[in-house]
Structure formats: C-alpha cells, structure tokens
C-alpha cells in the first residue's frame, strides 16, 4: 500500500504538458497565474497587523476602494491594499495552495528518496548534509523572490502567462531568463554525460 502512495516523477514532456493546461485553464478561467505579489501582499497583512491597522484604509475615491500610504500598496488605485484587506481572493489561495502541494509531495515521496542529496549538490557544495541543503535552498528562494519583485513579476506572471497571452515583456523576460540559464545549467551540469 505504501508503494502506491509515494510519489512518483513524471517525465518532463508530461510535466510541460500539465503545465501547459494548468495555466490556460487558468487564464481561461480565472486570470493570469502570477505567485511573487503574493508574498509583497502577505507583507502588508503582516506590517497591517503589526501596526495597528495603520497601513490599508478605507478609501472611497481609489478606484478599489482602499488605499494605504505605502506607495507600492497603493498603486492601480489600492489594488494591492484591497488584496491586503481581503486576503482571501484567487491569487492568494492559490500561493496557499502551493504551498499546501510542496508539503503533500514531500509527504507522499518514499522514505528512500525523501532524505536524498541530489549527487550534483554534494559534487558542487561537498557537503551532503540535507539541513545545510534546506537553508541555502531557502536563502536562494529569498534572492529568487526578491529578484523577481524588482523584476515587477515571477517567471509564473512575466513568462508563463505572459506569453500565453502574447506580451512582449513576456516573450523579453523569457529571452533573458534563458540566457542565463542555460550557461549556468552548462556549468552546474559540465562532465556529468548523459545522467
């Protein structure tokens, strides 16, 4: 029974292809996947609660109905104070979600697999020890994050869905995420054959 649970890898055609129909099912249904505001919106739940309330106010002349004196809160009208006063909408679940679908994968990967150092780290890093792995992991995801909110959007919102949806910053994120890479890729991967 516990072989039928665990988690099994897909090919990557399979992958792209899920992929692929998540997000247009998503643009089709819902909006456009983007992740990285999310967290810039669970900052401002946070800074609003730790402040009193001070930061999202009630706004009948901003075009969402909330404004905040934060300048990025404020922007598109309060669109983002709007997301911080009410939380519970599309984008933010769906962060939840994720979130929610690491830990149920990491939960359903066999016991063999689940405290595994991946080869390449411990080649590169010599170090196999999966708690330093976990904390420069999350270091990296930090920069990753900070990255993409000064890049105004993730690789889900500028890449993915922008070019579902033809835009050229969409099609020009892509053409530079790839530049680079693919020659780290090169670098990372150099002298390992075909594993």
């Known amino acids: 029974m516990k072989n039928i649970?665990?988690?099994?890898?897909w090919n990557w055609k399979v992958s792209g292809?899920?992929?692929?129909i998540s997000f247009l099912l998503a643009v089709l249904l819902v909006k456009p996947i983007g992740v990285s505001t999310q967290f810039v919106i669970l900052d401002?739940?946070?800074?609003?609660?730790?402040?009193s309330g001070d930061m999202v106010l009630e706004?009948?002349?901003?075009?969402?109905?909330?404004?905040?004196p934060n300048a990025y809160l404020n922007k598109s009208g309060g669109k983002y104070a709007k997301n911080v006063a009410k939380p519970l909408n599309?984008?933010?679940?769906?962060?939840?979600a994720m979130i929610a679908g690491g830990f149920l994968g990491q939960v359903l990967?066999?016991?063999?697999?689940?405290?595994k150092v991946p080869d390449v780290w411990v080649t590169k890093c010599g170090n196999g020890s999966i708690i330093i792995r976990y904390?420069?992991?999350?270091?990296g995801g930090i920069l990753a994050l900070f990255g993409s909110r000064l890049?105004?959007?993730?690789?889900?919102?500028?890449?993915?869905?922008?070019?579902?949806?033809?835009?050229l910053s969409g099609y020009l994120f892509a053409i530079g995420a790839f530049a680079f890479a693919i020659p780290t890729a090169f670098m990372t991967y150099k002298n390992r054959g075909d594993k």
């Open 5 to 9: 649970l665990c988690q099994k890898q």
């Open 17 to 20: 292809i899920a992929l692929g």
């Open 44 to 51: 401002g739940i946070i800074w609003n609660a730790a402040t």
């Open 59 to 68: 706004d009948a002349q901003a075009s969402h109905g909330y404004s905040s």
């Open 90 to 96: 599309y984008s933010f679940i769906f962060v939840i």
């Open 109 to 115: 990967t066999s016991k063999d697999e689940k405290n």
């Open 135 to 139: 904390i420069l992991v999350f270091i």
């Open 151 to 167: 890049a105004g959007g993730c690789t889900s919102g500028h890449m993915m869905s922008g070019m579902m949806q033809t835009s």
